[in-house]
């Protein structure tokens, strides 16, 4: 393509009577575009009306195009059908473009530069596998240190507060450091209100960052390029790590995870001109030094042991010695065990279902010998209740121990109210007679025992002639 200059130089060399033949040998270019260049119809300086002529129509298509809602595919559709115009598709584009009509123009992308040690980005994202042979969606948390580019990630089936701190501290371990401050994309893991420079972190993990030294910070919302660093690795663990690999296991999957990390960081980059694990032996020394203890991440709750001998737990069952059954223990969640405490002295200790799968988990010493029943405390306290109160109702509980229709705890339950609730002498005539008849229905006994305390304690007299 001939520049404005070349151009300006033939029109005046034709003008002066020169050859094209001539132009063409002086100026170095061919004579066809040299003639070209001559042809009035094909001025650098024409103005050219064809790509306006939709200027017209230009309250037109802002209303179209607010209609449309910013669809320009239709906006040129309702145009061509409204009639009166024939403008192509392609000056339509062209003019919304020149106006600023539903295009805003590329800003320029900026450039961050980071310190050794003063910036770690971390982010998490979806992605499918197979696990266990089963297609799993699955949370990959990665963590990036910007100066060497140190990548680290795990994968966990789901990613809450627990999981976060969890993460951080296997990242960290791996790094052998951490940095002045960690930079997050504004989840409400840790943010408890704000976004960008206004977001305040939550108690718990901003406590949890002062352990190691760190601040949370967050990048303002829409700016994908602040953490671009981790976002990055994303698009490479999916198509590189996750590309053909089946794992058995989530601790299978975190360890090759551990090894790809490894060798990834090892191997020269070329985006960085360099290998992340050089420039980590600088970055290293400014790293703020580990605690010399570091406090396992754990979650607790308070449960009750079922009558089954289990404690529920994310939708597993946990095993516990039978004689815990009704006792309210403290269940301490840990990443690889499940620790159920009774008292100071009694602790048993599981190892931990990553996701909820509905499995019990028994150990041996927790199974009752075959054929032993687990023992069940017998007589019931309401039984005993109910014999202290009224001895002369033991038979009438026998009976109805063995042909209640409710559950016997319940059965005993209602009956024990019966005979707190009631008078001793109706309460035992209507059991009498209730035993006679082998009634055993403790709705219709407490309407037996109303009618008998109606009779004998609400006598109304026949009126008298005063009324």
């Known amino acids: 393509m001939l520049s404005q200059a070349q151009r300006t130089t033939i029109l005046e060399l034709q003008a002066q009577g020169v050859s094209k033949r001539e132009i063409a040998r002086v100026l170095g270019v061919s004579r066809v575009a040299s003639a070209k260049s001559c042809d009035p119809t094909r001025l650098p300086y024409r103005n050219c009306t064809e790509t306006e002529k939709a200027e017209p129509h230009r309250q037109q298509i802002l209303e179209l195009f607010e209609k ?23 000056a339509l584009t062209a003019f919304c473009r020149r106006h600023g009509i539903g295009y805003a123009p590329p800003a320029p992308a900026g450039q961050y530069d980071f310190a050794p040690g003063e910036e770690m980005q971390h982010d998490t ?22 100066y060497s580019r140190m990548l ?19 990242a960290l371990r791996y790094m052998g450091g951490g940095p002045a401050r960690v930079m997050i994309d ?19 993990m901003a406590a949890f960052g002062e352990r190691f030294g760190f601040e949370f910070v967050a990048h303002a919302i829409g700016n994908a390029n602040r ?12 198509n590189n790590f996750l590309a053909g690999r089946t794992f058995r296991s989530w601790e299978d999957l975190n360890q090759r995870a551990r090894e790809w990390c490894d060798k990834v960081n090892s191997t020269y980059q070329k985006h960085i001109r360099a290998v992340p694990r050089e420039l980590f032996a600088v970055e290293r020394l400014h790293l703020k030094p580990l605690p010399a203890w570091i406090p396992e991440v754990y979650r607790l709750q308070q449960r009750l042991v079922d009558i089954e001998g289990y404690v529920a737990l994310n939708s597993n069952r946990y095993s516990v010695p039978v004689d815990w059954i009704g006792r309210r223990v403290e269940v301490r969640e840990t990443k690889d065990k499940i620790e159920i405490q009774l008292d100071a002295r009694r602790l048993v200790t599981h190892r931990r279902i990553a996701e909820a799968e509905h499995q019990r988990v028994m150990l041996a010493e927790h199974r009752p010998p075959r054929g032993q029943r687990v023992p069940r405390p017998d007589p019931h306290p309401e039984e005993q209740a109910i014999v202290t109160a009224a001895p002369e109702l033991a038979d009438y509980v026998a009976g109805l121990k063995q042909r209640s229709r409710k559950v016997v705890t319940l059965a005993l339950r209602q009956l024990l109210r019966l005979v707190r609730e009631y008078p001793r002498e109706p309460l035992l005539g209507a059991v009498r007679e209730a035993g006679r008849y082998g009634l055993y229905d403790l709705d219709r006994l407490e309407r037996m025992i109303l009618r008998r305390v109606t009779r004998e304690y609400f006598l109304l007299d026949g009126g008298s002639d005063d009324d």
């Open 68 to 90: 449309c809602k910013g669809n320009l595919v239709r906006v040129h559709e309702e145009l061509v059908a409204s009639g009166g115009t024939e403008l192509s598709y392609a």
């Open 125 to 146: 994202s979806p992605h499918e596998l197979e696990l266990g042979d089963k297609k799993r969606k699955v949370q990959t948390a990665s963590a990036v240190l910007c």
């Open 152 to 170: 680290f990630f795990q994968c966990s089936p789901t990613f809450r507060r627990f999981d976060c701190k969890v993460f951080l501290t296997d």
């Open 186 to 204: 504004n989840t409400h893991v840790v943010v408890l209100r704000g976004s960008g420079r206004e977001m305040v972190p939550v108690p718990e």
């Open 227 to 238: 953490s671009a660093r981790v976002e990055r690795p994303f698009w490479f663990i999916e």
